[in-house]
């Protein structure tokens, strides 16, 4: 089946006087519910408090694209954002150009603007679009923040949690990858981690035990240390958990662009008693170059190297190597996404302290309240033993010569 690029244009006003900006936030995210984020080529305010909205999708014969889509689905998404957002009693009209409905004054409104569509407009009008509805996610605190736990092995006690944001339920943007991507198109990528640091100190406060557990929150070079200063600022410390309690993961994907910058901001993090990990460790491509600038207190080690590693010698080797490149560098070493008993029993083996995972608890909103005694069903009864295929491989690297 052949398939080609196909752009529609739809034209939306509303009769009951909705703010320009409401409507326009309204109209991206039902938008993006209908045709996807990444469908949404633009949104721009139309003459007359209009609000054109632009999407580009493949279409092709039998298969399904915008052009199968009623008005009516569209109407009611963008109706219903309105609805949440206080204005229940929205009038929503839409127009499609090329179709009957899309005649006399709508025509006028919006055949300027397919005319004067290229490359550099579009990149802009989705900027404005990402922007727009990130800061509205923001504006009203609409991040979801799950909890994971972090367990040493040897006794299953609770040493902290990490903190993994989300959109919320049926939201357009899932994923933390999502929503910083999202961030990252309006040309505000440090505020989306701001905002989740945030939201996840905020939280943690009120939710988390036992009281001398770590904060594991997620964050990028570029917004390395402001999130903790900004909400310092903004509320008192009884408010948020506390900072010498916070672990700043960094990962390994995000390159460290200005090492000056990053290192000044370490090291004034670490003054006021923030702790460091470097996330994704074995998975990202600045791996050694961020581990020796961040010098981390703790290595997480990617959940693509933790699968299966019971079976896999060479995964064994990494996670090896990690421990010694840890070792060397006085810090702990995570395992994160440990799933199965083997996992579990490898890991050991090979001498990791803490893990993290579906074995060990799903994330969730309201995470159980654990004490320091508790342990974990999948650490409690009769301690396991690494596998032998796994026993008998030699360590890849051996201890550093004496000079």
């Known amino acids: 089946m052949q398939y080609a690029p196909h752009r529609s244009v739809y034209v939306v006003s509303d009769t009951a006087a909705v703010p320009t900006e409401t409507l326009t936030t ?3 995210a039902g938008g993006a519910e209908l045709f996807g984020v990444l469908g949404v080529e633009d949104v721009a305010v139309g003459p007359a408090g209009t609000v054109i909205l632009t999407v580009s999708h493949l279409h092709g014969s039998g298969g399904l694209g915008a052009r199968t889509i009623p008005l009516r689905a569209l109407r009611a998404h963008i109706a219903a954002h309105l609805s949440g957002a206080g204005h229940p009693r929205a009038g929503v009209e839409v127009a499609k150009l090329g179709t009957t409905a899309t005649s006399g004054p709508f025509r006028e409104l919006i055949e300027h603007w397919v005319d004067h569509l290229n490359d550099a407009s579009t990149v802009t009008a989705v900027s404005r679009s990402f922007a727009t509805y990130m800061t509205d996610l923001i504006a009203n605190d609409a991040i979801q923040t799950l909890f994971q736990p972090i367990v040493e092995t040897a006794t299953g006690r609770v040493v902290g949690y990490e903190a993994l944001s989300r959109g919320l339920p049926g939201a357009p943007l899932q994923s933390a990858a999502q929503l910083l991507d999202a961030g990252r198109q309006g040309g505000m990528e440090a505020e989306v981690m701001v905002a989740m640091a945030q939201l996840a100190r905020r939280r943690a406060v009120h939710l988390l035990s036992p009281p001398d557990a770590l904060l594991f929150i997620n964050m ?30 960094v990962t390994e994907h995000a390159p460290v662009t200005d090492a000056g910058a990053f290192l000044a901001d370490r090291d004034s993090a670490r003054a006021q008693g923030v702790r460091f990990a470097l996330d994704d460790a074995g998975a990202g491509y600045a791996g050694l170059t961020t581990l020796a600038l961040l010098a981390p207190d703790f290595i997480k080690i990617d959940m693509g190297i933790v699968r299966g590693c019971d079976r896999d010698p060479l995964k064994c080797s990494i996670i090896d190597a990690l421990l010694y490149l840890a070792e060397h560098a006085g810090a702990t070493v995570i395992a994160e996404g440990v799933e199965t008993q083997s996992e579990l029993a490898a890991l050991r083996g090979l001498g990791v302290s803490q893990v993290q995972g579906f074995l060990i608890a799903e994330p969730t909103e309201t995470p159980e309240r654990i004490t320091a005694t508790s342990v974990p069903r999948a650490l409690s009864g009769r301690p396991l033993r690494i596998p032998a295929a796994v026993a008998t491989q030699p360590r890849l690297l051996q201890p550093l010569p004496q000079r």
């Open 26 to 28: 309204a109209v991206f």
């Open 220 to 249: 990028g070079p570029a917004a390395l240390w402001r999130p903790l200063h900004a909400l310092d600022a903004a509320g008192s410390e009884a408010d948020v958990w506390p900072v010498e309690q916070t672990v700043v993961e």
